[in-house]
């Protein structure tokens, strides 16, 4: 993945630009700087989620505009929200998400990806019913069960206590085993295995 000359503008105000960057396999982007300065609009630009303002964002040497259908299937998004349906069952959820990605996943594979993330038991327990570090090893279960090469990741380690911040970095870092890339942001500096990050400090223009 490569950053060239990106640049984006919000409300009239200039938060970054002529950002460069290129992001190879099995390697991880840690996107830090100031609040306001563009962490999460340069992260949801990377998604497609937003579009981008200047410069272009290459994913296979291509622009992501050129390929949105292969370049979704190559990414895995989790943002600051968990994207849990609340009335649905844990178990329903993962079902869910998994068929939007392609993937016909199974009660057996469901519980097997719960257990590993501390929910043993939580299957059919209402998401509503869950405390908030609970709905955030659900959300984050789900990257155990995707095939993306690319993680985006906007704060991940939030409401999760120490056990939930080390299974997480140990799954990233397996990822990145496995020639996957990760960008992510973070108010918490957690090592990744031993993969050290590239780090991109965005400032104000």
Same mark, same amino acid.
């Given at each position: ?17 002529d950002v ?63 994207? =849990?349906?609340?009335?649905? !069952?844990? #178990?329903?959820?993962? *079902?869910? $998400? ?6 016909? +996943?199974? &009660? ?17 327990q209402l ?53 996957? =890339?990760?960008?992510?942001? !973070?108010? #918490?500096?957690?090592? *990744?295995? $031993? ?6 400090? +965005?400032? &104000?223009?």
């Amino acid at each position: 993945m490569t950053f060239s000359k990106l640049g984006c503008t919000k409300g009239g105000r200039q938060l970054f630009r002529d950002v460069d960057h290129t992001l190879q396999a099995g390697h991880w982007l840690y996107v830090t700087g100031a609040n306001g300065v563009g962490k999460t609009s340069l992260l949801r630009m990377v998604c497609g989620l937003a579009p981008v303002d200047s410069g272009q964002i290459l994913w296979n040497n291509s622009s992501i505009s050129a390929q949105r259908d292969s370049y979704r299937q190559d990414l895995c998004y989790l943002g600051h929200l968990n994207a =849990l349906q609340e009335s649905m !069952s844990v #178990q329903e959820n993962l *079902v869910f $998400t998994s068929a939007l990605s392609g993937v016909a +996943l199974d &009660a057996q594979q469901a519980k097997s990806v719960l257990a590993r993330f501390g929910l043993h038991g939580r299957a059919q327990q209402l998401v509503r019913h869950l405390s908030q570090g609970q709905k955030r090893r659900v959300a984050l279960s789900r990257l155990a069960l995707s095939s993306a090469k690319l993680w985006v990741l906007d704060e991940p380690y939030v409401a999760m206590d120490e056990a939930g911040i080390q299974m997480l970095s140990d799954l990233i870092a397996g990822h990145l085993d496995q020639g996957g =890339l990760a960008v992510l942001t !973070s108010h #918490q500096r957690v090592p *990744v295995g $031993t993969h050290n990050p590239q780090i991109l400090e +965005l400032t &104000a223009s």
